[in-house]
């Protein structure tokens, strides 16, 4: 998996191989039809009178809530704990969630629909395209039959390898065909000015999917490394090499990983940006890494004229000389070869795909490898996303979303001004710098204005070639971009996600069509619901601009210092306070959520939910009426439709995983983490003081 410079955040982060406390004298349990009453402050007016509802009319699934459990001891178990007991994670995955997963299931099923159809019957170029993409992919005869002969060519090149200048041209024809040993190379946004492009060479070239796995001692992580290197040996294998040379290739493998891996930057390093930006004119790459021929590789990349880069990781390149200046030609040829095999064993005969899954099923616990089917939708997306896109927003992205979710976008960004008005921790200056930035963000909804276009060719025959040259095609689209100015409206991901992100060098939000959809977002739920769904990600999402990350970015996306000392330093401890908070979480038995790695997210979670209550009250405020459903009054729908957004199982081994690389919290303390640190929260639920869902201290941030 390539791990792009994108400075910004994604609501969630699926793992691809490639890509809570006991009660306290709090309030007994909520009863249905007894609405608790409000004790807060800002308690909305009482005189209203209220309509009386079911809470499946309202959008919220009465049969997921567990009554039993006291919402001020456990509210994700209060919201989520029947619905937990009831599901089971499918075989074919690594966590199931009640919002994102079954979302994603319905949207496969149409994207299958439309694929087969495609493969049917074409008109138009382009879905002859996907169809002929598609069908090559799930034709598993074909497939199966070729065995690793589509590698031959590249397998070829790599045997040929005996000196330094052979190695840099196959690591270059590599590259270009999106196979990344080594490191990689991709356009970012010139941090000093954002409205260019320029060249980022980053770390990269490791199997596993962190550094840290290849340096911790622990016992869980010397077994995964003997699997590992069992399973580099059976892929060499597979490519055709004999027993004792895959044996002895799979140990050059890991110790070339190895000095790659001590030599790159950890997750929770990379989280800063000023440590991601070094500029280095190209004499300055040559000193690092002169064993490279870098003039053969930009040239062949078509970047000749390139003179200077963004280097995230120097030490990375002073490393990789010695790795390429010390390993003998037989390692490096292993080397390659694993990274070839490993990119595209997905896209091979079944023993690949089965190899490549054992892999993937000690690291993530999956029982079952997903069917081919599912695979190859998957699989048609990142090559053609924009034209398979188009033909799902065409068929499933209702009219009414976009203008609905547009509105609750300047909602959420409107309760961001409320609340930057009367933060007491801000100074004038400062605040009318975050102010700037938030009227400069924009937001994207549904789909791109503009649609990406693909213009390779595509054999309904021979599926691997396909994937190479979708790949190829891609990558040149992105380097061409070097040099040149920035467009805002690209998207970077496709219409049909489940999913939403916000980047702050563009300094805009990103909400595909696929996320806008029940329990989300629906347009017959009511405004709490609504609220406490898409509009806390949208608000998680805007807050991201203003995260430990975000805020060092000015409204124009340039890394630039807009903040008082004094208010930085108010800020930092803001911060700190999130940190702690959430590395006192523990996820496993002995494994705590990593409070560093997961702060942006974090604090963009408190945001989300707070931005997203501030948003839902300003609107109900003139209403007539209160609805109450099943007894549950609105703050209650409110924080019951944020729980069940995020009721989520996860496999142990995807957890861990989850803790250790990713930058989300795992699910329930997405939940746990915000509400108890929410006055609004304790008083719709009328949470005793001590009540384990009231965090001690609260944090608040935004
Ligand atoms: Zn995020």
Not at 116 to 144: F, H, N
Not at 247 to 272: F, H, M, N, P, Y
Not at 293 to 318: C, E, H, I, R
């Amino acid at each position: 998996m390539r791990f792009t410079l994108l400075a910004g955040c994604s609501i969630t982060l699926t793992f691809i191989l490639t890509g809570c406390g006991p009660s306290s004298g709090s309030q007994p349990v909520l009863a249905a039809g007894t609405a608790q009453p409000n004790a807060a402050a800002s308690t909305p007016p009482t005189t209203k009178g209220v309509i009386e509802v079911t809470l499946e009319s309202v959008g919220l699934d009465p049969l997921a809530l567990d009554r039993s459990v006291d919402p001020c001891s456990d509210f994700y178990q209060f919201a989520c704990g029947k619905w937990l007991e009831q599901t089971a994670i499918p075989a074919d995955e690594a966590r199931w969630t009640r919002s994102f997963d079954e979302i994603r299931k319905q949207n496969e099923l149409e994207l299958q629909r439309i694929l087969e159809q495609a493969t049917q019957s074409a008109t138009d170029p382009d879905t002859r395209k996907l169809g002929a993409y598609y069908g090559a992919c799930v034709d598993e005869g074909a497939v199966d039959a070729a065995g690793a002969r589509p590698l031959g060519e590249l397998l070829e090149k790599i045997k040929r390898v005996r000196d330094k200048k052979a190695l840099a041209s196959v690591t270059t024809e590599l590259h270009a065909q999106g196979i990344w040993p080594f490191f990689d190379i991709s356009p970012v946004q010139d941090p000093r000015d954002a409205s260019r492009w320029v060249a980022n060479l980053d770390q990269g070239g490791l199997g596993l999917p962190d550094r840290d796995y290849y340096l911790r001692q622990d016992e869980a992580s010397n077994k995964l490394r003997a699997l590992y290197l069992g399973h580099v040996q059976r892929m060499l294998s597979l490519a055709g090499e004999s027993e004792a040379r895959a044996q002895a290739g799979a140990r050059d493998v890991l110790q070339i990983e190895t000095a790659l891996a001590k030599v790159s930057k950890s997750r929770v390093e990379r989280r800063d940006p000023k440590n991601m930006f070094n500029r280095w004119e190209r004499p300055e790459l040559q000193r690092a890494a002169p064993t490279f021929d870098w003039a053969g590789y930009l040239s062949t990349l078509g970047l000749a004229q390139v003179q200077d880069f963004n280097v995230t990781a120097p030490k990375f390149f002073d490393g990789l000389e010695v790795v390429l200046a010390s390993s003998s030609s037989a390692a490096v040829r292993a080397y390659l070869e694993w990274h070839v095999v490993r990119s595209l064993a997905r896209e091979l005969s079944t023993p690949f795909v089965d190899e490549s899954f054992k892999l993937e099923q000690a690291l993530t616990g999956q029982a079952e490898l997903r069917p081919r089917w599912r695979r190859c939708v998957d699989g048609t997306d990142d090559a053609l996303g924009d034209l398979l896109g188009r033909a799902y927003v065409q068929r499933s992205f209702a009219g009414a979303s976009k203008p609905a979710a547009e509105g609750l976008v300047h909602a959420i960004s409107a309760a961001f001004g409320t609340e930057l008005a009367r933060l007491t921790w801000m100074d004038e200056p400062t605040r009318a710098q975050a102010r700037q930035k938030l009227e400069a963000m924009a937001y994207l909804i549904g789909y791109p204005e503009k649609w990406k276009t693909y213009d390779f060719e595509v054999d309904r025959r021979a599926h691997l070639p396909n994937v190479l040259r979708a790949r190829a095609f891609d990558l040149k689209r992105e380097l061409f971009k070097i040099g040149k100015p920035v467009d805002r409206q690209e998207w970077q991901m496709s219409a049909p996600t489940v999913n939403a992100y916000y980047d702050a060098q563009r300094n805009h939000m990103v909400f595909p069509a696929g996320i806008l959809q029940p329990p989300f977002y629906d347009v017959t739920s009511a405004a709490p619901v609504n609220f406490g769904a898409i509009g806390m990600v949208m608000g998680h999402e805007l807050t991201h601009g203003f995260d430990d990350e975000g805020s060092q970015y000015d409204a124009r996306g340039n890394l630039e210092n807009w903040w008082s000392p004094e208010v930085s330093e108010r800020f930092k401890e803001k911060t700190a306070c999130v940190a702690e908070q959430y590395s006192r979480f523990e996820a496993l038995p002995g494994l705590n959520v990593n409070g560093q790695l997961t702060l942006g997210e974090n604090i963009a979670d408190l945001g989300g939910v707070k931005l997203a209550f501030g948003a839902y009250r300003e609107l109900r405020q003139t209403a007539p009426e209160q609805v109450s459903a099943d007894g549950f009054d609105e703050d209650q729908q409110f924080f019951l439709a944020v729980g069940q957004a995020w009721c989520a199982k996860l496999r142990p081994e995807y957890e861990r995983l989850m803790v250790q690389v990713n930058p989300h919290s795992p699910p329930r303390f997405r939940v746990r983490g915000p509400l108890s640190s929410s006055p609004e929260f304790a008083a719709a639920f009328s949470c005793p003081a001590g009540a384990p869902m009231l965090a001690e201290p609260a944090c608040s941030v935004w």
